[in-house]
């Protein structure tokens, strides 16, 4: 059982949904969560990082983390066709401990 | 925030060359850099962490003489791949973790594209 598992999609949503992104983990002692953008042929682009259990807003971005279920999520608000990408999760218990990825969501927002 | 730049961008050389991808954080200074590997479709696949001033830590099954890696300084660290094979075609990403963090908050480059004829 991979540490950090994630439904590879693809994922298709008409502009303006509302788009959630899910990731399961295993790791107990995973403290930290982010959450990266991928767009083809580029390197991952640090979207939001929560530490612990809760929700995080930044725009039309909301991360939320559920310890309890071990459950990791992403929600897009107002999608649009720029948020076509790759998104991937990630963990690691806390300092400088190894990240552990999901495997990422290749999601198309189409007009 | 932080920015990582990574050089070149897309490479394509003949089979049995060298090639060295270099990896600068830009407006922070980072002890730790890690250099990832990435298949199509795939997630990223951890080669090794880079600390400045000593040597790298590779993982399980990564070559450490097929991929050299130089950390010299904050700011700076190499990745080369040494007599090149088509087997090593792949896209090859770095990041680097701010000190400031105090945690392995990773910000990635913008990746590196081989390919080996």
């Known amino acids: 059982q991979k540490e950090v598992e994630q439904d590879p999609g693809p994922l298709s949503v008409p502009e303006g949904a509302i788009v959630s992104l899910n990731c399961t983990y295993s790791?107990?002692?995973?403290?930290?969560f982010m959450w990266y953008r991928q767009y083809s042929r580029k390197g991952p682009e640090l979207l939001m990082y929560?530490?612990?259990?809760g929700n995080k807003e930044d725009g039309r971005f909301t991360a939320q983390v559920d310890k309890s279920s071990k459950y990791i999520s992403l929600f897009i608000r107002d999608s649009q066709p720029s948020d076509s990408a790759t998104y991937l999760c990630?963990?690691?218990?806390?300092?400088?401990?190894?990240?552990?990825f999901g495997t990422g969501t290749k999601l198309q927002v189409i007009p | 925030g932080a920015v990582v730049s990574q050089h070149p961008s897309r490479v394509i050389c003949k089979s049995g060359t060298s090639v060295k991808i270099e990896c600068r954080s830009l407006?922070?200074?980072?002890?730790?850099m890690f250099w990832y590997r990435q298949f199509p479709k795939q997630s990223l696949m951890l080669m090794a962490t880079?600390?400045?001033?000593?040597?790298?830590?590779?993982e399980q099954g990564v070559e450490k003489d097929k991929f050299l890696i130089n950390h010299a300084s904050l700011t700076l660290s190499t990745l080369t791949v040494t007599s090149a094979h088509p087997e090593d075609s792949s896209f090859y990403i770095c990041?680097?973790?701010?000190?400031?963090?105090?945690?392995?908050?990773?910000?990635f480059g913008a990746g590196t594209r081989l390919s080996v004829l």
């Open positions: 990630a963990s690691f218990s806390g300092g400088y401990q190894k990240v552990t």
């Open positions: 407006d922070f200074q980072a002890t730790t």
């Open positions: 790791n107990s002692a995973f403290q930290y």
């Open positions: 990041s680097a973790t701010t000190t400031g963090e105090g945690k392995n908050i990773q910000y």
């Open positions: 929560t530490y612990s259990s």
């Open positions: 880079s600390n400045e001033g000593s040597k790298a830590t590779y």
